[in-house]
């Protein structure tokens, strides 16, 4: 779990969040214990670059717990998956 930094303190020392951040840390700021921001090392990865590119952002917290927080039980309706499993269920 990634180290919180209030905006205060993060403004009041932003030198050394920034050096923690520029060494692999990763920062949440909190605003009256709220999380507000993320701060992360600027990666040069291709995912990273695509997600400049579109403007979009990227996932907070490990790929595993996401892909588990997405899973439905059962294939989605409308899916292929779906459509077999309902004819193989009127056979």
Do not use: C, H, W
């Not at 090392?41 to 717990?65: K, M, N, Q």
């Amino acid at each position: 779990m990634p180290a919180k930094v209030a905006v205060r303190e993060l403004r009041q020392n932003l030198s050394r969040y920034l050096d923690r951040v520029k060494a692999g840390e990763e920062l949440v700021v909190t605003e009256r214990g709220r999380e507000v921001a993320r701060l992360t090392p600027f990666a040069s990865d291709d995912y990273a670059a695509l997600s400049r590119r579109f403007g979009t952002t990227t996932p907070i917290g490990r790929l595993e717990e996401i892909a588990e927080r997405l899973k439905t039980p059962g294939a989605p309706a409308g899916t292929t998956d779906a459509f077999l499993a309902e004819s193989r269920g009127t056979r």
